[in-house]
């Protein structure tokens, strides 16, 4: 298909995902009807928005829709998380899906997948719960020292229970385990040797968390990605995912989890992850801007 023509306006926004009021939670543009824009014109999209990720959302000939996201630097990501909770939430708020009265399903492809998300009203709000894919895992890293400098951190502050790994349920991401929550807030990583790390562990995004002693089920956690010109994002379901399948995998949890990430960039936001075949990754969003991009 050809390009958009210059007159072109497409319905666009932003909305907040994982989110309980306005301005809290991960912020994430939308944009409808992307159908014929050219990949260089969603990247520059992308950019205009400057949001950790900017959703296009396209018609599908595997499922009810196509959803394609870009950073704000132009890196295309996968994985069934904030980018693509956001964008269901918000046709589904903006009516567009039809009805919510009672639970539905949707098929979306996005990464070269096809998942199920489920959207229902509660309370009043729509919530989003999506399966993600089967857990996979890398081997466990042997050698802590090139991680714990790259974070900025010292020895006793990265645990070995359960070991720092790669997690794989849609996209890739490193899991460390900190002591506490002081020590996930002190981390200050350095872009070219937390990018090394990474590289060396074929991972895309590096997740720090602490357990809560008294709840297992609960964690605090930053996440990093420099892989995609992303330092610091503040609701990461790709990564929310893996490890609360990876903490069942270890028996640590079982059933469902509970994160909180985004606090210490001051949009604090919750996630929730059930376990069952695959970690399935809810919440809800608040619309706080919809208007019209002329292209």
Request: aromatic content about 4%.
């Amino acid at each position: 298909m050809s390009p958009q023509s210059s007159s072109a306006a497409l319905v666009a926004g932003l909305i907040d995902v994982f989110a309980d009021t306005a301005l809290s939670g991960n912020p994430l543009a939308v944009v409808e009807g992307a159908d014929n824009l050219s990949d260089a014109q969603m990247r520059r999209i992308a950019g205009e928005f400057n949001q950790a990720e900017t959703t296009f959302v396209m018609q599908s000939d595997r499922g009810d829709l196509k959803l394609r996201s870009f950073t704000a630097a132009g890196v295309e990501v996968g994985g069934a998380g904030h980018n693509a909770l956001g964008a269901w939430l918000w046709l589904a708020e903006d009516g567009k899906l039809g009805p919510i009265e009672a639970p539905r399903t949707f098929q979306q492809e996005i990464g070269g997948e096809v998942l199920p998300i489920e959207l229902r009203r509660v309370d009043g709000r729509i919530v989003g719960r999506m399966k993600q894919s089967t857990l996979k895992l890398g081997p466990a890293l042997t050698d802590l020292a090139p991680l714990t400098a790259a974070l900025g951190l010292s020895c006793e502050d990265v645990l070995s229970e359960p070991a720092a790994r790669v997690a794989d349920t849609g996209v890739a991401h490193l899991l460390v385990r900190l002591a506490d929550i002081s020590a996930v807030d002190r981390a200050e990583p350095s872009a070219r040797g937390l990018l090394k790390v990474l590289a060396a562990a074929s991972a895309e995004g590096c997740y720090v968390y602490a357990l809560d002693g008294a709840a297992p089920s609960r964690a605090y956690a930053r996440f990093f990605n420099p892989s995609v010109g992303l330092w610091e994002d503040a609701a990461t379901g790709t990564a929310a995912g893996p490890l609360a399948a990876y903490l069942a995998s270890e028996s640590m949890i079982s059933g469902a989890m509970e994160i909180e990430q985004g606090t210490k960039m001051g949009r604090r936001s919750i996630l929730r992850v059930s376990l069952a075949s695959e970690p399935e990754v809810s919440g809800a969003g608040i619309i706080v801007m919809r208007g019209r991009l002329s292209i």
